[in-house]
């Protein structure tokens, strides 16, 4: 398996640290408001890279953190009235609903920035005691909670994004920097709005960034802790670097994130871990964005799509499809165009799956799916994902196995009258169609979008797909019910009885009780 390196500009060879195992630690919300369909897309790209890791055989530790306190959590729960924490419990139990709708993996760990305060100053503490941080104190030598991080002191500063490097990058990258928050660009960035912290005249060097901070005079008092520098709160960089410490020590082999974080958060973050004595993490991954006519998506530029309202729109598996429709570091054009595209493949994946099952009599079981590793899926399909994750050509492997799927079924259909693959026969037909079904469900499934899955199968994808179907059975049986009533009422008891039998047929349980008549399926 080969991955992109950002540090590195390179596409190289996956080793993970700890043979057989992985650790993954992806740059969650911030919880300060509802999440839109650009947010979402960087946890819909590194699921699908998990998923990867899982069907190779990797146990896989995936960490995903909640930012739940900064100054725009704090300042918009001031103008709202609200509890600040209570703010941003609100907007995490949103985060969470939208990735669970949209089959997102929970994650192994999900640490919140306000359950690591000591993990934080201890980290402080260490970069400090090793000369890269200074406590600022005011005229009178009283600690002011302020402290900073002295990138003069920390020569391997700029390394993640190349910022002493003179010579040319590869293309995706220079796409980025095009697009993104440019390494050379300070100041009015409004992909990355400047901490107001990193303002202070009180800085020894410009490029010196807060790992704590004393509080405003607005903060509430119990957003504010007590350390060894002063009272205040965290800086923005320092919550990653002390919970991927907790939690992946010994095995940190992928940091992720949209492509937005990689300056200045990431690069601050590298600096301030391997300052502290601490490792970083073997290679850097980052997501592109999702765009809207070709301009970064997001609330600051008032085109963010709130996922909620998409769902309303939308399936659930047919957003989901649209997110990771293209390879993780491209970028994801998101228009009516693109949903369509997703719908119109969700509806040849439910053909081809409905129409083998009827004609093998079966449906393979999701024990069955989940069983199948990598080394039993097509080819061109490991290829493509072992190519750093090219999803756009995995799926391209899935319909051509889709397409060899309807063919068969077609031959059986019509008793080979219409086949023409000469090596089928009566006998060989079910169980090549029963293969195919089986690897178009397993890679289907290793990109999160196996229909007969959860949460597909139990109304997370209400707006299509499988609940859809299960809502107009409910109201079909509910209105033979209803049928069934009538003919009671006018005596009619053949009719009655003929309504009950046939459902009975199909399956469907009837019991009559004193508030009327429910059903069941058997």
């Given at each position: 398996m080969k991955l992109y390196d950002t540090a590195t500009h390179e596409v190289s060879r996956f080793e993970p640290i700890q043979p057989g195992k992985v650790g993954m630690y992806v740059c969650g919300?911030?919880?300060?408001?509802?999440?839109?369909?650009?947010?979402?897309?960087?946890?819909?790209?590194?699921?699908?890279?998990?998923?990867?890791?899982?069907?190779?055989?990797?146990?896989?530790?995936?960490?995903?953190?909640?930012?739940?306190?900064?100054?725009?959590?704090?300042?918009k729960a001031a103008a709202a009235g609200q509890r600040w924490w209570a703010r941003a419990y609100h907007y995490e139990q949103e985060f969470t609903s939208a990735y669970?709708?949209?089959?997102?993996?929970?994650?192994?760990?999900?640490?919140?920035?306000?359950?690591?305060?000591?993990?934080?100053?201890?980290?402080?503490?260490?970069?400090?005691?090793?000369?890269?941080?200074y406590v600022v104190r005011d005229e009178n030598g009283e600690l002011t909670g302020d402290v900073y991080f002295d990138?003069?002191?920390?020569?391997?500063?700029?390394?993640?994004?190349?910022?002493?490097?003179?010579?040319?990058?590869?293309?995706?990258?220079?796409?980025?920097?095009?697009?993104?928050?440019?390494?050379?660009?300070?100041?009015?960035?409004?992909?990355?709005?400047?901490?107001?912290?990193?303002?202070?005249?009180?800085?020894?060097?410009?490029?010196?960034f807060a790992l704590w901070k004393r509080p405003k005079a607005t903060d509430p008092a119990d957003a504010r802790w007590k350390t060894p520098f002063g009272t205040g709160r965290p800086g923005w960089h320092i919550e990653c670097s002390a919970m991927s410490y907790r939690y992946l020590d010994g095995m940190f082999d992928i940091h992720g994130g949209g492509l937005d974080l990689r300056f200045p958060h990431h690069e601050n973050e590298m600096a301030q871990t391997r300052a502290a004595g601490y490792r970083t993490a073997?290679?850097?991954?980052?997501?592109?964005?999702?765009?809207?006519?070709?301009?970064?998506?997001?609330?600051?530029?008032?085109?963010?799509l709130s996922v909620p309202v998409v769902l309303k729109e939308h399936s659930a598996w047919v957003v989901r499809y649209a997110l990771g429709s293209v390879q993780y570091r491209s970028m994801l054009e998101w228009s009516d165009q693109?949903?369509?595209?997703?719908?119109?493949?969700?509806?040849?994946?439910?053909?081809?799956?409905?129409?083998?099952?009827?004609?093998?009599?079966?449906?393979?079981?999701r024990e069955e799916i989940t069983g199948v590793s990598a080394d039993d899926l097509p080819v061109d399909f490991v290829a493509a994902m072992n190519d750093d994750v090219n999803v756009s050509r995995a799926t391209a492997a899935i319909f051509t196995q889709v397409r060899a799927g309807n063919s068969i079924v077609a031959t059986i259909e019509t008793n080979g009258r219409c086949g023409t693959d000469d090596t089928l026969t009566p006998e060989n037909?079910?169980?090549?169609?029963?293969?195919?079904?089986?690897?178009?469900?397993?890679?289907?499934?290793?990109?999160?979008?196996?229909?007969?899955?959860?949460?597909?199968?139990?109304g997370g994808d209400e707006a299509g797909g499988a609940?859809?179907?299960?809502?107009?059975?409910?109201?079909?049986?509910?209105?033979?019910?209803?049928?069934?009533?009538?003919?009671?009422?006018?005596?009619?008891?053949?009719?009655?009885?003929?309504?009950?039998?046939?459902?009975?047929?199909?399956?469907?349980?009837?019991?009559?009780?004193?508030?009327?008549?429910t059903w069941s399926l058997d």
């Open positions: 919300a911030t919880v300060q408001s509802s999440p839109h369909i650009g947010h979402i897309r960087a946890g819909v790209a590194f699921d699908i890279i998990r998923r990867w890791f899982l069907r190779l055989g990797y146990r896989v530790t995936f960490i995903r953190n909640v930012t739940d306190i900064d100054d725009k959590i704090l300042d669970e709708q949209l089959g997102v993996l929970p994650p192994t760990y999900e640490p919140r920035a306000t359950g690591h305060i000591m993990d934080m100053i201890h980290l402080i503490a260490r970069i400090i005691d090793n000369g890269h941080a990138v003069a002191s920390w020569p391997h500063y700029g390394e993640l994004t190349h910022q002493k490097q003179t010579t040319e990058v590869d293309e995706a990258a220079a796409v980025a920097d095009r697009m993104g928050p440019s390494v050379d660009a300070a100041g009015e960035d409004k992909y990355n709005p400047v901490d107001p912290a990193d303002l202070s005249e009180d800085k020894r060097d410009p490029r010196d073997n290679r850097w991954m980052h997501s592109a964005w999702v765009t809207a006519k070709g301009e970064k998506m997001s609330k600051s530029l008032g085109n963010g693109t949903l369509a595209e997703a719908q119109a493949a969700y509806d040849r994946i439910m053909n081809f799956i409905e129409h083998a099952a009827e004609a093998l009599g079966e449906q393979p079981s037909a079910g169980p090549r169609l029963r293969s195919i079904l089986v690897q178009v469900r397993a890679m289907l499934d290793t990109l999160g979008l196996d229909p007969l899955a959860e949460p597909w199968v139990s609940s859809a179907a299960q809502d107009a059975l409910a109201r079909l049986i509910d209105a033979q019910l209803e049928a069934r009533a009538a003919a009671r009422k006018a005596k009619d008891f053949a009719a009655a009885d003929k309504i009950r039998d046939d459902l009975t047929a199909l399956g469907i349980t009837i019991e009559d009780g004193p508030n009327g008549s």
